[in-house]
């Protein structure tokens, strides 16, 4: 089978490799649908410390189950499924607290385990033992069950952020995982949503596709000021930084309204993590700052069915789908900005 494989920083190739044997609790899939993330050109660029070369690239998974192992049951050649990324122990004092998403022995498909940039890939025991292989609902494409990964992210920290009805949102950052905060903060009834880039050309892509009530162009314009304008003095009830960049997250605190809620979405890059931080308007407005950290199995499930009954459509954002042999150059498109989401289907 062909996979896309890395082996180090700036060397992933797409190359032969033989079709993994099914051990007796795996589950094998062929890959119908594996969707691509800025993680992945991290990946290629820098590596990661949690990957031993060579390693099959790839956790936005969907597929077809094609072989069970003896010792599973519930599954069977034919079922269409989606694959969890993060996949928590299920047995430390957090998971037993229901606080997956902070597993300190987390694994991670496509860095601990092969991925989905292949043409067959095993689900392993670990990603069962926290059901993480979910049934894609019929009506489903494989394409839009893989972008139920990062909408469970995004529901993990919409959740901490308490993201709800009547709030104005303000969403930092256009590329997919901004697009979907939009749409998920419409889903729970926010009153008004603004999202702000840097970048026009990649704003203008993101707001043509999930119309927020305000595309704010932050190289333009005081993103501050434009915020507080727009709400009237007040600021923003709930600020999502969905994006790398500290000063996102400066911003973020000077826009908050009163007991504003603040979720730092987006990790900043290891080498620049400190911001300046104006504590006082933290005290005196009683603001609250979360960040959000991946996803538990439970959130994939409940992304399926968000995506499934049409609260949050993603069909849409999903602006290129490329073959297995071109899953590089969908990298560049993501690398560029070119692009809402890229899914590689092998």
Not at 25 to 47: E, P, Q
Not at 64 to 70: D, F, P, Y
Not at 313 to 323: F, G, K, M, Q, S
Request: glycine fraction near 10%; hydrophobic fraction near 45%.
């Amino acid at each position: 089978m062909r996979v896309v494989r890395f082996h180090a920083p700036g060397d992933v190739r797409i190359e032969d490799a033989p079709e993994p044997p099914t051990g007796p609790g795996d589950v094998k899939i062929r890959v119908r649908a594996c969707s691509t993330c800025g993680t992945d050109v991290k990946i290629l660029n820098f590596g990661h410390h949690h990957i031993v070369p060579p390693r099959v690239m790839g956790h936005e998974i969907a597929g077809e189950v094609v072989e069970v192992g003896a010792d599973v049951s519930g599954w069977a050649p034919g079922d269409r499924v989606q694959v969890i990324a993060a996949i928590p122990c299920g047995q430390c004092a957090e998971c037993r607290r229901g606080r997956m998403t902070v597993c300190p022995n987390q694994v991670s498909m496509g860095y601990h385990f092969d991925g989905g940039f292949a043409q067959y890939m095993i689900v392993p025991p670990n990603v069962l033992a926290v059901d993480g292989l979910n049934r894609i609902p019929d009506g489903l494409s494989f394409a839009e069950a893989s972008v139920a990964e990062p909408l469970a992210c995004v529901l993990n920290g919409q959740n901490l952020a308490g993201v709800g009805e009547g709030d104005d949102v303000v969403v930092m950052g256009s590329g997919p995982i901004g697009c979907l905060h939009v749409r998920l903060a419409r889903a729970r009834g926010a009153a008004r949503v603004f999202l702000v880039d840097l970048n026009r050309e990649r704003l203008d892509l993101a707001a043509n596709l999930v119309h927020p009530d305000a595309a704010i162009c932050g190289s333009e314009t005081d993103v501050v000021d434009a915020v507080l304008k727009l709400t009237e003095g007040r600021g923003a009830d709930v600020v999502i930084t969905a994006a790398a960049a500290g000063a996102a997250q400066e911003q973020a605190v000077q826009m908050a309204a009163r007991q504003g809620r603040i979720s730092f979405f987006g990790g900043l890059p290891k080498d620049k993590p400190v911001i300046a931080l104006d504590s006082n308007l933290v005290h005196y407005r009683e603001l609250t700052i979360v960040g959000a950290n991946g996803s538990s199995p439970q959130h994939n499930k409940e992304a399926l069915r968000l995506i499934a009954e049409g609260a949050v459509p993603v069909a849409d954002l999903i602006t290129h789908r490329l073959p297995l042999q071109d899953a590089l150059d969908a990298f560049g498109i993501v690398a560029r900005g070119e692009a809402i989401k890229v899914t590689v289907e092998p």
